[in-house]
């Protein structure tokens, strides 16, 4: 990588981390803790963030790329999201199979996922092999896309 490369994805990150840290402030706003909440953003300027509210899976999308950059869209979710969903926040700890000693340059191109769950806290970059259990995961990311 190269050095405007590397600036350029550091600028990105930044920008990221910032509209994701202060739409969790909203949710906290509307009484949402950050249990149970997760984000994640991809190489082509989309953040994601899904929770549970008053037992209901809610997730926004938004840009930190573009013209659209830093709106806020409610995502609608199917039945297989929602069942993805649900899946991974009563069993976070399969995300923890993913780790940054399996990185793999072949792999989909999440930059950062982040997770926070009552029971589970972590963050790794998912350029990382994943295996079976992680179908829900990759699943829900792709469709959320």
Known sequence: MNVYSQNRYE?????????IK?????LKERGIEKTNVISLFDDTGKII????????????KMHYKG???N???????????KKNIE??????QILSKISNSNCNEKA?????????TEKYSNSFFSNCEQD??????????????
Request: overall charge positive; cysteine-free.
């Open 108 to 116: 989909h191109s999440l930059n950062k996922v982040n997770i926070n």
């Open 49 to 60: 963030i899904f929770w549970k509210e008053k037992e209901k899976y809610r997730a926004v």
């Open 11 to 19: 600028t990105d990150s930044i920008t990221a981390y910032s509209l």
């Open 67 to 69: 013209k659209e950059s």
């Open 132 to 145: 079976n259990e992680l179908i829900p995961f990759t699943s829900l990311y792709f469709s959320l896309r």
């Open 87 to 92: 899946l991974i926040f009563k069993n976070p």
């Open 71 to 81: 709106k806020v869209k409610k995502q609608m979710l199917s039945k297989l999201d």
């Open 22 to 26: 202060n739409e969790m402030a909203n």
